[in-house]
């Protein structure tokens, strides 16, 4: 124990050394020689940007097919400023000495506010950005290139952000800061959604087509969101009335898409509708063999010869805006998510048959209502209903007889209001109090039919939550900016009172450096189990089960973390230190290797961990390097004698580092990913009987796992006249097709006489994967 503890500081000592060279603080330049002859304008506000140390905010469409020339002189920023202004008849306002918006009508003080509370633009890439709250802002819209992603997806775009890491390399599986996948909310237009990814996790299930905004919270959470003690990932579709139409149709090497947004009534009624669907069914292309691959190995499905496989996705999403008055908003959505595998196999010698039905259901309905009440006060109203389903059968037959049937089901049930009241007290000090009412209702079932039904194991719970929380944020740059809440959880149901203070500070400590505190307490009544009972399809063994707060409790959360973020000519550094310590959470023995115990153990995680990322930005390129430390240990009673132990999901050390280039409408961009491997526990094989025993849980480490991914794009328009709009795209994933070691698992029944299998998992290998999209 003592050896990690040294080794944290000197890690923690060596980054903050590397730090300290890039804290030279310049004095910002009054004057500089510039020359331009008919460039476009992109390529002059990034070289304005480079010379004065200063950063552009713009929508791509007003600049587009614009050209600047300059005479060769010294020239001051202002006066630059003047004669761009001049020439493109667009306004230039200053946020601050640093931030400069264009745009074609004069933003109010509002909207420049909001502008100012973003501390580092074009994190990673143009479309991602981080606010003075913590909060990462992403406009999947406005996205640039990320390697190894030819569209905006938005969950694997988050996993490009330092400590979020996918151990499992799915979309939907990834861990932030050490915690769980399970730990994760995710919202869409309001609604909580439970299933995140199709092809089994490999692709994110919300299309990035009829995504606006999506936040991404990781620390400093604001008090109106409960639930999961990890984090946060909140996604709204377009909120603006449509006043013309839009459209969009894609394909790429898994699946088609389209998406339309359509006025009805101007100013006052817009419709927006997104769908996507695989059509692998009738075309394999090379994507989907290898995701197949990974997602299907040890399974029957990658080893029977003689069988049959149908497999297919869908996932739609419609939202209605209307626009009563200029006080008045209303947004009425749904949601659609749901994968369908039928797989059927036969062993000619015995004449005996398979069958695997799996089904996996998600939808949703939601309502929001926005009303101002005047200058002063704003009311926000959110109702939702959430619908998921989880059904697998596996049949069993001999000579055309069922012989025995096998059926796990997972059902959830979710339902909630929240109603917030936002109190602007003034221009610096803003209040908000809401009241959150949630149902959950869950339950899952194993049952197995021979001559006889019976149950293998069934759980269904309710839980009704009221809760209360107030936040109080101030805004002063010349002070700091402060935000301080509370929430209250009355978990009805189980008789339980939880409280939970927020607190997140930003302080510009010099010209280009601002430090961070946070500190947050969270609780957490909803996990995912892993309770593999007879499931040789191995797939979605992970069930959703509410706590019963005694055999077992609410899972709590308290973290604290501390970092600077500097930001100068054309450097950003952003490093961020945390502690998090979670009780409550509860472990099957079985999935450590035990089976004389088949259990549930409570027990509790500690996680010290540092995020470093520095990014410089330089013309047309633009290259950053990233870095997670992540110490994630476990006690549970009764498990390794109550000492300590590895946690599964401990990703030790993770780097990356990209390298992207942007001509006019071409975008290029390459990255390798190195981290260490996951822990396992290792079996040993008596020589004589070959019997297996285990000794320290998760002593050993997986090798190494790293890989290089290239993506390119080329935007480009069928005619100058025509509005017409086209995008093409190609990307490699492993390009040197490196065999990763994932995970090192063993397969049993829970029992003495049952053989132990050791399951090895590997990664994805050499991928490659197009789309091609008409826009208009």
């Known amino acids: 124990m003592c050896f990690v503890t040294i080794n944290?500081?000197?890690?923690?000592?060596?980054?903050?050394?590397?730090?300290?060279?890039?804290?030279?603080?310049?004095?910002?330049?009054?004057?500089?020689?510039?020359?331009?002859?008919?460039?476009?304008?992109?390529?002059?506000?990034?070289?304005?940007?480079?010379?004065?140390?200063?950063?552009?905010?713009?929508?791509?469409?007003?600049?587009?097919?614009?050209?600047?020339?300059?005479?060769?002189?010294?020239?001051?920023?202002?006066?630059?400023?003047?004669?761009?202004?001049?020439?493109?008849?667009?306004?230039?306002?200053?946020?601050?000495?640093?931030?400069?918006?264009?745009?074609?009508?004069?933003?109010?003080?509002?909207?420049?506010?909001?502008?100012?509370?973003?501390?580092i633009n074009s994190y990673l890439t143009?479309?991602?950005?981080?606010?003075?709250?913590?909060?990462?802002?992403?406009?999947?819209?406005?996205?640039?290139?990320?390697?190894?992603?030819?569209?905006?997806?938005?969950?694997?775009?988050?996993?490009?952000?330092p400590g979020v890491t996918s151990p499992n390399e799915t979309a939907s599986g990834f861990t932030v800061r050490g915690g769980g996948s399970d730990q994760n909310r995710m919202i869409w237009n309001g609604i909580n959604m439970y299933h995140k990814g199709h092809l089994f996790g490999m692709i994110s299930a919300f299309n990035s087509n009829s995504s606006e905004n999506v936040l991404f919270i990781n620390k400093g959470t604001h008090p109106r969101y409960g639930e999961r003690i990890s984090s946060v990932v909140d996604i709204s579709s377009h909120t603006n009335v449509a006043n013309k139409i839009?459209?969009?149709?894609?394909?790429?090497?898994?699946?088609?898409?389209?998406?339309?947004?359509?006025?009805?009534?101007?100013?006052?009624?817009?419709?927006?509708?997104?769908?996507?669907?695989?059509?692998?069914?009738?075309?394999?292309?090379?994507?989907?063999?290898?995701?197949?691959?990974?997602?299907?190995?040890?399974?029957?499905?990658?080893?029977?010869?003689?069988?049959?496989?149908?497999?297919?996705?869908?996932?739609?999403?419609?939202?209605?805006?209307?626009?009563?008055?200029?006080?008045?908003?209303?947004?009425?959505?749904?949601?659609?998510?749901?994968?369908?595998?039928?797989?059927?196999?036969?062993?000619?010698?015995?004449?005996?048959?398979?069958?695997?039905?799996?089904?996996?259901?998600?939808e949703g309905y939601g309502m929001q209502w926005d009303w101002k009440l005047n200058p002063k006060y704003q009311l926000k109203t959110n109702a939702f209903?959430?619908?998921?389903?989880?059904?697998?059968?596996?049949?069993?037959?001999?000579?055309?007889?069922?012989?025995?049937?096998?059926?796990?089901?997972?059902?959830?049930?979710?339902?909630?209001?929240?109603?917030?009241?936002?109190?602007?007290?003034?221009?610096?000090?803003?209040?908000?109090?809401?009241?959150?009412?949630?149902?959950?209702?869950?339950?899952?079932?194993?049952?197995?039919?021979?001559?006889?039904?019976?149950?293998?194991?069934?759980?269904?719970?309710?839980?009704?939550?009221?809760?209360?929380?107030?936040?109080?944020?101030?805004?002063?740059?010349?002070?700091a900016n402060i935000t301080a809440g509370f929430r209250i959880n009355n978990y009805s149901s189980l008789d339980i009172l939880k409280f939970e203070p927020r607190i997140l500070v930003y302080k510009k400590i010099f010209k280009n450096v601002g430090v961070q505190v946070s500190g947050e307490f969270k609780n957490q009544i909803i996990n995912e189990i892993d309770e593999?009972?007879?499931?040789?399809?191995?797939?979605?063994?992970?069930?959703?089960?509410?706590?019963?707060?005694?055999?077992?409790?609410?899972?709590n959360s308290k973290q604290f973390s501390a970092g600077f973020v500097y930001s100068s000519m054309g450097w950003t550094l952003d490093l961020d230190h945390y502690?998090?310590?979670?009780?409550?959470?509860?472990?099957?023995?079985?999935?450590?290797?035990?089976?004389?115990?088949?259990?549930?153990?409570?027990?509790?995680?500690?996680?010290?961990?540092?995020?470093?990322?520095?990014?410089k930005s330089f013309r047309n390129f633009n290259t950053w390097v990233s870095y997670s430390y992540n110490d994630v240990t476990s006690t549970f009673q009764g498990l390794n004698n109550n000492k300590s132990f590895p946690s599964s999901n401990n990703i030790s050390h993770a780097f990356s580092t990209s390298l992207a280039y942007k001509w006019n409408k071409f975008q290029m961009a390459?990255?390798?990913?190195?981290?260490?491997?996951?822990?396992?526990?290792?079996?040993?094989?008596?020589?004589?009987?070959?019997?297996?025993?285990?000794?320290k849980i998760n002593d050993k480490q997986l090798p190494e796992y790293h890989r290089l991914d290239f993506s390119t794009t080329y935007h480009f328009k069928f005619s100058k006249e025509n509005k017409l709009n086209g995008k093409v795209g190609f990307s490699i994933r492993n390009i040197y097709d490196k065999k990763n070691h994932l995970s090192r698992e063993y397969s049993g029944n829970n029992s003495l006489n049952d053989p132990i299998e050791v399951v090895d998992k590997t990664s994805l290998g050499f991928t490659p994967n197009f789309i091609f999209q008409l826009i208009w």
């Open 670 to 695: 390459i990255s390798w990913k190195w981290r260490t491997g996951k822990p396992y526990t290792e079996a040993i094989i008596d020589s004589d009987s070959g019997d297996i025993s285990f000794d």
């Open 532 to 555: 593999t009972v007879v499931s040789d399809l191995s797939l979605e063994n992970k069930l959703w089960r509410l706590v019963d707060g005694s055999k077992f409790p609410v899972i």
């Open 579 to 615: 502690y998090k310590k979670i009780e409550g959470v509860s472990a099957l023995s079985l999935g450590f290797l035990n089976p004389i115990d088949s259990d549930f153990h409570i027990g509790d995680q500690e996680i010290f961990g540092i995020d470093f990322y520095i990014k």
């Open 246 to 362: 839009n459209a969009k149709l894609g394909v790429n090497g898994i699946s088609v898409d389209g998406f339309i947004k359509i006025p009805v009534i101007k100013n006052k009624l817009s419709v927006l509708a997104s769908i996507r669907r695989s059509y692998t069914e009738w075309i394999e292309t090379e994507t989907f063999k290898n995701y197949t691959n990974k997602v299907f190995q040890t399974t029957k499905i990658e080893y029977e010869n003689e069988a049959s496989d149908d497999f297919y996705f869908i996932d739609y999403n419609v939202s209605l805006n209307y626009k009563p008055t200029e006080k008045h908003d209303l947004k009425i959505s749904t949601i659609y998510i749901d994968n369908q595998l039928d797989f059927f196999g036969k062993n000619q010698p015995s004449n005996t048959s398979f069958n695997d039905i799996l089904s996996i259901k998600n």
């Open 8 to 119: 944290k500081y000197k890690l923690l000592i060596w980054i903050l050394f590397l730090s300290t060279p890039f804290f030279s603080f310049s004095q910002e330049k009054k004057t500089a020689t510039l020359y331009f002859n008919n460039e476009p304008f992109v390529s002059v506000l990034t070289s304005l940007e480079h010379v004065f140390d200063i950063r552009f905010s713009y929508p791509d469409k007003i600049i587009e097919e614009q050209y600047v020339s300059l005479s060769e002189k010294e020239w001051s920023l202002q006066d630059v400023i003047d004669i761009l202004s001049t020439q493109s008849k667009l306004n230039f306002q200053f946020i601050n000495e640093r931030y400069i918006i264009l745009t074609e009508n004069e933003l109010s003080l509002d909207e420049i506010q909001v502008l100012d509370n973003v501390i």
């Open 385 to 479: 209903v959430s619908k998921y389903r989880l059904n697998y059968n596996f049949i069993e037959g001999n000579n055309e007889e069922q012989l025995s049937d096998f059926d796990k089901r997972n059902v959830i049930f979710d339902s909630g209001i929240n109603s917030e009241i936002d109190i602007k007290v003034s221009r610096k000090s803003n209040i908000a109090l809401g009241y959150q009412y949630n149902y959950k209702d869950v339950s899952y079932a194993y049952l197995k039919t021979e001559e006889l039904s019976f149950v293998l194991d069934s759980d269904q719970r309710r839980v009704t939550t009221h809760s209360l929380f107030g936040n109080y944020t101030y805004t002063n740059p010349k002070v």
């Open 126 to 161: 143009k479309g991602i950005s981080k606010k003075k709250n913590a909060v990462f802002h992403l406009k999947p819209e406005r996205i640039g290139l990320l390697p190894g992603l030819i569209e905006a997806d938005v969950l694997e775009s988050i996993q490009q952000l």
